[in-house]
Structures are given as C-alpha cells and as structure tokens.
C-alpha cells in the first residue's frame, strides 16, 4: 500500500498496522531519546498549563496524555484522547487504566485531530507529539486547537524535524534514508511504514513555517525547544 497524507485512510491504515509494535520499535529507532523529549513536553506543559481539562491529539498509544493526566490525577477532571486510529486508541485506554486513572476521568475520541470533537473554549492544556507532520492540513489542527483551549491555555506541539545545519540534515538524511528502513526492517512487520515515516520527516514543513501558522491563528509561541541539533523539537504555544 502506498502511504500518502493526503489519503488519510491510508496513514490511518499504516499506523493501526504498527499499533502492536508501536513503542517498542520507537524505542529501538530513536534510541530511547524519545523518551527524554516527551518528558520536556510533558514538564512545558504542567509549568505553564492550569490542571483540569487536557487533551492528547494523534494520542497514539497514549504515550504523552497518560502519564500528563496522572501527574496531574487530583485536580484531573477529564483526559481526552484522541486519534482516527482504534487499535491505537485501544492500548491508550488501556495504558490509562493501568495508570490507575478513573475509568470517569477518561474519554476516547475515534477522530481525525483535524475536526476536535469538543466544544469551544474548554480544555485547559493540549498537546500533539509525533502527529501534526501525518495530518493533511495541520492549520486546521492549530486553528482547532485554538478553539477549543479557554483563554491563556496551552497548547504543546512535539515534532520530529530537519537540523537546520546543513552538514547535520545531509548525515540525517541519509540515516532516514538508508539506516531508519534497514533497522525498522530488522523490527517490526511492516517496514514500508517507516520508509514513509522517514519520507514524512523530510517533507513537513519547517519549524519556523509552523510557527507563523501558529502565530497566524493567534497562537503566541511562548516556549521553543530544539533537541540534538533540531533532530526534534517543541513548540509550546498559549491562546490569548
Ligand atoms: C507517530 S504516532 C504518535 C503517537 C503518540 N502521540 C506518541 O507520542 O507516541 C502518530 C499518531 O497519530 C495518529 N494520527 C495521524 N494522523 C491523524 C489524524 N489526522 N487524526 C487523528 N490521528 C492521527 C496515528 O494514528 C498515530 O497514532
């Protein structure tokens, strides 16, 4: 199957193929950064972010919004989860249970983060890791995002991006290129998803680029972060 963002059935296809392997291969081919990058969002977040309402869009596994909801458990009035995939949805419902967050505190969206189920004007904090590059218009993600965010709250973006050192992005390139497929093909059953995973890390549009969309649509960025030479990075985002 050719995967293209444009078909959202298809990236939607790709991911529910990979849900089962999902984590653990992240691991493997990140090398375990991941897991430092999603714990500097999870702190952007809850240092600026009033508890209450939060909402994980492209959730995935629910690697980000569960162990947000549970830092903030007591004052954690409902923890929505979102994405258009359900064998994803499935295992981030599960993760929050086994977090031992109440079945009441959690909601599941099965929806496409570019149509947010919510009304207007009530979610405290949002966030969006590893997700925003698969949606097929991410302006209308911000311009949702926006929406549904009360006044002052805070929305999150991770992303896998290019380095901005022309020497870093060639070698970067070439580990998309070549490494990423040859490792993904040693550890998961659907190596074609990581060729586009890899193709879809080149063609997102840059950092600086988001953050005049974000901008456009009244979105303040208030926090930047990049990791290992922009290998990664955060942008933190508060609706005035
Ligand atoms: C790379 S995974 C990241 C998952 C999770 N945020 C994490 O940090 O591990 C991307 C997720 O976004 C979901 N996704 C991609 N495009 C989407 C869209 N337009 N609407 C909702 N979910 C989407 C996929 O199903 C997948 O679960």
Redesign the pocket.
């Known amino acids: 199957m050719l995967y293209d963002k444009n078909s959202?059935a298809t990236?939607?296809a790709m991911?529910s193929s990979i849900a089962n392997d999902?984590d653990r291969v992240?691991t493997i081919t990140s090398f375990g950064f991941h897991k430092l990058w999603?714990r500097c969002l999870i702190k952007a977040v809850l240092k600026r972010a009033k508890p209450g309402v939060h909402l994980?869009?492209?959730?995935?596994?629910g690697?980000?919004g569960v162990p947000l909801g549970y830092k903030i458990r007591k004052k954690l009035t409902k923890l929505h989860l979102?994405?258009?995939?359900k064998p994803?949805l499935e295992r981030a419902l599960h993760r929050g249970l086994e977090y031992g967050l109440d079945p009441s505190q959690l909601e599941i969206h099965f929806?496409?983060?570019?149509t947010i189920p919510l009304p207007s004007n009530s979610v405290d904090s949002a966030t969006?890791?590893?997700?925003i590059r698969?949606?097929?218009n991410p302006l209308l993600v911000l311009q949702e995002a926006r929406r549904v965010l009360k006044k002052g709250g805070v929305f999150a973006i991770l992303e896998l991006t290019m380095p901005t050192n022309k020497a870093a992005a060639y070698m970067y390139k070439l580990f998309l290129k070549k490494g990423l497929p040859a490792l993904a093909s040693l550890v998961t059953r659907n190596p074609l998803a990581y060729r586009y995973l890899s193709s879809s890390i080149q063609e997102f549009i840059p950092l600086s680029h988001l953050e005049l969309l974000a901008e456009s649509e009244e979105l303040k960025v208030v926090q930047k972060k990049r990791f290992l030479m922009g290998l990664a990075s955060i942008l933190v985002l508060e609706k005035g």
């Open positions: 959202p990236i939607e991911f999902y992240n999603n994980d869009l492209c959730c995935g596994t690697a980000i979102l994405d258009f995939s994803m929806e496409d983060a570019q969006i890791a590893y997700g698969n949606v097929k």
